[in-house]
C-alpha cells in the first residue's frame, strides 16, 4: 500500500507553540520558513498530507499569516522543489523577484520554493497542493532552474483536469499499491505540466528539451509495438540516432532502457488489476517476444518474479468470490 494520510494541527497550542509547529511542518513538507501569524492571537492551522511515489500531496487549511522565504544564503538545494498550489477557499497574495499575484479560489499557482518569496493571506484559507521535485520535471525536459512563478486558471481546461487528478489521487493514495501509485504519480505529474507548457513557461519548444519530451510521447504511444527501437524513433521525429542517445544519457539512461522500464511498469499494473489475463497474454502485449526474457528482466527490475503478483492477486480475487 501507498503510504498513510499523515495529520498535524496548531489546536490546543500556545500561541508560541502554534508558529513553531506550524513551521516544523513547512520544513518537514519543503524547507525553512519563517511563519508570522500577523498580530493574531493565534495561529489555527491543519494539515493532512501523504506521499505518491516521490510526490507530496496536501491539504491545508490555515488562519491569518504569512510565510516567508527570504534569505538567499540558503542553498537552493534545500528547497529542491516546485510548488503547485490549488486555492479553494480564501485569497492569499504570493511575492517573488518584485512581483506580486493575487490568488484567488479557482486559481492555481507554481513557483519555484528555492527563490525567497512571501505569501500573504489575510484570513482563512484552504489549498490543496503539489509538491514536485525538481529532478523529476527535469527527467521530462522542463527547466524547473528557470521557473518564473506563474497563475493558472483550474475552472477549466486542463487546470481544472489536473487538479480534479489531484484531488482524487489524495483520496485514492493509501489504496494504491507502491506500483500503481508509482504510475499514478507518473500520470499527474504529466497532467501538471499541461497547464504549464501551454502557458509558454520556460519551457523550450525547439531545444533539446522539447525534443526529449517528442521522444518520449512517441515511446509512450508505440510501446506495444514488439519492433520499437531507436531507429524507428530518430526517423519519426526527423533526428540522428547519436543525438537520442545523447538525450536520454544526459539523463542516466539508454533509449532501451526506457523503453524497457516503461513495459515493465504496464505489466506489472496489469498484473495487480488481474484482469484475467495469463503472464504471457500480458507480456506479449507490451511488446515483449519472449515469456523467459519478460520474467527475467521483470524479476530484475522489481526484485520478484512476475508470477508471485499475478498467484497473488488470483488468490484476493478467489477469496472475494
Known sequence: ?????????????????????????????????????????????????????????????VSQHRIAHADWRIRSSEHPYIKIIFQTHGVSYFEQDGRRIEVMPGDCLAYDVSCPHTIVSPAFTRHEVVIVPKELLRERGFHAERMTACKLSARNGTGRIAHDFVHAAFDEATRLSPNSAAGVAETLIDLLLLPLREADTTFNRVGP????????????????????????????????????????????????????????????????????????????????????????????????????IHKAQLGGSAGQS
Open 209 to 308: 528539451e522539447a525534443m526529449y519530451i517528442r521522444a518520449q510521447a512517441f515511446i509512450r504511444e508505440h510501446l506495444r509495438d514488439p519492433d520499437l527501437c531507436i531507429d524507428q524513433i530518430s526517423a519519426a521525429l526527423g533526428c540522428t540516432k547519436r543525438y537520442l542517445h545523447m538525450l536520454f544519457s544526459e539523463r542516466g539512461m539508454t533509449v532501451s532502457d526506457y523503453i524497457w522500464r516503461m513495459r515493465l511498469q504496464h505489466c506489472r499494473q496489469e498484473l495487480e488489476a488481474c484482469g484475467g489475463k495469463t503472464i504471457t497474454d500480458v507480456a506479449f502485449s507490451w511488446g515483449f517476444s519472449s515469456s523467459s526474457h519478460f520474467s527475467r528482466v521483470f524479476r530484475k527490475y522489481f526484485g520478484v518474479v512476475p508470477s508471485s
Open 1 to 61: 500500500m501507498s503510504d498513510t494520510v499523515h495529520s498535524l494541527t496548531t489546536s490546543g497550542l500556545s500561541p508560541k507553540n502554534q508558529v513553531q509547529r506550524w513551521s516544523d511542518a513547512l520544513t518537514d513538507l519543503c524547507g525553512r520558513f519563517k511563519v508570522d501569524p500577523m498580530e493574531a492571537p493565534s495561529l489555527e492551522a491543519r494539515i493532512n498530507y501523504t506521499t505518491m511515489s516521490r510526490l507530496k500531496l496536501c491539504q491545508i487549511e
